[in-house]
RNA sequence: GGCCCCGUCGUCUAGCGGCCCAGGACGCCGCCCUCUCAAGGCGGAAACGGCAGUUCGAAUCUGCUCGGGGCUGCCA
């Protein structure tokens, strides 16, 4: 599993639920490690104590072990490694590269607004950077909060390589000072990050493209700890919403587990996930875990954001389902099904239905939902309205209700003996006319599982019951 | 506002100077199959943002422009 140096880390912040963006992230990590035989950590970032969450942490561990995306080291926490991040900055502070700044959140941002209403690059005006240390001991006898700040270059050129986006450079003078330690005492994620980065050995950093410009920092934080060392960068493209905006917890993300409670496969979310920002050479749409990362590469990573279509997922889930053994299926769904219809479900029906559904679902939600008819209690079965009244004005309904009642009283109880063609010949009403009454009548709805099928899973006395109690409602 | 990234069918993409009057997939439309609905098969409509330039030749290279997005936080 560790065949070769390449180190990479997923290495999100429990801020929320995993949404689609942070498991494709963690996918790509994932398939970047198989593929070359890496190790792939799992380091949880929460620098911000204030909006990290325990659950959180639970949560999307939870959700990549569904996924399939366990991980080979780790999970690191940052919150258990403060002290290392501390004596960073204390060193960066003692070798003059970072400083102590005493204005408060509010002082900065009124700058800042000030700075753009008169049309002046806003960001952070430097005032704490040159201050005397006669200065300094009044601020802190003012009892003003202190945090270090990280003194950036004023000239010169930041440039490094990034696989996907090739060279990207700015200039310093664009990149303001920064926080790397807060007036409480705890540290900022780019002071984590260049530290864990270095410190765990990363060698290949593949995340969001919203990270993009954070990377100078990083950098600079690394040679400020003395390392001239790059690691390989890769900035996937982002997955935005409808709007074209970035997915976030408060902007239109999903979360994975509402995915996995609308019935699809992890093994469908991943093969989409894969095809959002990547695509092999040879064009295949539908692939297991393994050929991914046996196909899987960096330098296919494609350069735009995506948008995420529900349709293509559903058609790559129904693909999935169709794909898995019967007995893997039904495990599936029962969980569905139980939530739907209780615990102990009959077991021949459950296969049964599974059966025959696989080959038309999209979905396991979908797939148990249709078989409803089977595990309702007679008493609350129904036929849906809606239902009802596209068959109720069928051509000669009540003789086809009498003949099929007729049929399943004496026919022998096998699916191909129940067929109900043969025994509607006579009436002289074509299948396709005459069926979907009986759907509505044996299924509740006009259009669901195979009849035939049904009928048979339903039993002789239940299915005639059904029937007479349409026929009943005809007068 | 400043900096950075991106721009091929509705969507996801293939394409890396001639094989492209642009290929595949989802979706959509039509036909076939069919016990309903699906699934499946066959066929169809549908795109290189714009303008210059380089070149014998550009979706592919360059510039400009327009458009979209990201960052600009004591969030990550």
Request: proline content about 4%.
């Amino acid at each position: 599993m560790t065949g070769s140096a390449v180190r990479v880390r997923f290495s999100p912040a429990p801020t929320g639920f995993l949404h689609v963006g942070g498991a494709r992230t963690a996918l790509f990590n994932f398939l970047y490690a198989r593929h070359v035989g890496g190790t792939y950590i799992l380091r949880i970032e929460d620098t911000d104590v204030a909006r990290s969450r325990t659950e959180w942490v639970d949560g999307i561990q939870d959700t990549l072990h569904w996924l399939g995306l366990a991980w080979d080291e780790g999970p690191f926490l940052q919150s258990d490694r403060f002290d290392r991040y501390l004596a960073a900055a204390a060193r960066m502070h003692e070798a003059g590269l970072a400083y102590e700044c005493y204005c408060t959140e509010d002082e900065v941002k009124a700058r800042n607004d000030a700075a753009l209403a008169a049309g002046r690059t806003p960001g952070y005006d430097g005032r704490c950077r040159d201050l005397t240390e006669a200065e300094r001991s009044e601020r802190r006898d003012e009892g003003r909060p202190v945090s270090l700040r990280f003194r950036t270059p004023t000239t010169g050129v930041s440039e490094f390589d990034d696989v996907v986006r090739g060279a990207v450079a700015v200039e310093w003078s664009t990149i303001p000072d920064f926080i790397i330690v807060r007036a409480n005492g705890t540290p900022i994620f780019f002071l984590a990050n260049a530290v864990d980065d270095l410190e765990m050995g990363i060698t290949h950093v593949i995340r969001g493209e919203d990270l993009l410009d954070s990377t100078h920092r990083v950098l600079a934080l690394r040679r400020a700890m003395g390392d001239d060392t790059v690691p390989t960068y890769a900035h996937l493209p982002l997955i935005v919403g409808a709007d074209r905006a970035k997915l976030s917890k408060r902007h239109g993300a999903v979360s994975l587990e509402d995915f996995r409670d609308q019935g699809f496969l992890p093994e469908a979310l991943l093969n989409y996930l894969a095809l959002l920002g990547w695509a092999p050479e040879d064009g295949a749409e539908v692939l297991s875990a393994a050929e991914l990362a046996a196909a899987f590469d960096l330098d296919r990573v494609t350069h735009s954001a995506a948008f995420f279509d529900h349709q293509k997922l559903e058609w790559i889930n129904g693909e999935w389902i169709r794909r898995l053994p019967l007995a893997e299926l039904v495990e599936r769904v029962r969980p569905h099904a139980e939530a739907r219809y209780g615990p102990g479900l009959d077991e021949d029906r459950l296969v049964g239905a599974v059966r025959i559904g696989q080959e038309r679902a999209t979905t396991l939600v979908q797939l148990a939902d249709q078989m409803d008819f089977l595990f309702v209690d007679a008493a609350a079965f129904a036929i849906a309205p809606e239902s009802w009244d596209r068959v109720a004005g069928t051509e000669s309904l009540a003789a086809i209700l009498d003949t099929v009642d007729a049929h399943l009283g004496d026919c022998e109880w096998t699916v191909e003996a129940i067929d109900l063609r043969p025994a509607l010949e006579p009436l002289g009403v074509k299948p396709r006319k005459a069926l979907p009454a009986v759907y509505a009548a044996i299924e509740g709805r006009h259009a669901g599982l195979p009849l035939f099928d049904s009928i048979h899973l339903l039993g002789r006395d239940e299915a005639r019951r059904r029937i007479a109690a349409a026929r009943a409602r005809l007068g």
